[in-house]
Nanobody
């Protein structure tokens, strides 16, 4: 059973940077793909970036490409989302998630962390 705990959200002004962290435990982590999602009020959940533990990121959404970067620390079992040049439209609840390699659906989810960007 994979367990995910996000941290690092909060309130920032437009143009600022923020790094979200996700602590990962349980299971053979090399078998999983890690992803960062967000969901804004009234909008569908959006996949922002994804990466396996042993390779460079496999996906970055066009909406955040060039601003957001997913990274991981295999020794610490941590996954990060570095967010630069934040804009008010980035305001959302951000989630860390995991799925088995080869699976279509993310099965494991963190509790989410709120990111609010003021103009």
């Amino acid at each position: 059973q994979v367990q995910l705990v996000e941290s690092g959200g909060g309130l920032v002004q437009a143009g600022a940077s923020m790094r979200l962290s996700c602590s990962v435990s349980g299971g053979a982590l090399s078998l999983y793909v890690m992803g960062w999602f967000r969901q804004a009020p009234g909008k569908e959940r959006e996949l922002l970036a994804a990466s396996t533990w042993s390779a460079p990121p496999t996906y970055v959404a066009d909406s955040v490409k060039g601003r957001f970067t997913i990274s991981k620390d295999n020794r610490k079992n941590m996954v990060y989302l570095q967010m630069n040049s934040l804009q008010p439209e980035d305001t959302a609840v951000y989630y860390c998630a995991a799925k088995s390699r080869g699976s279509q659906e993310y099965r494991y989810w963190g509790q989410g962390t709120q990111v609010t960007v003021s103009s």
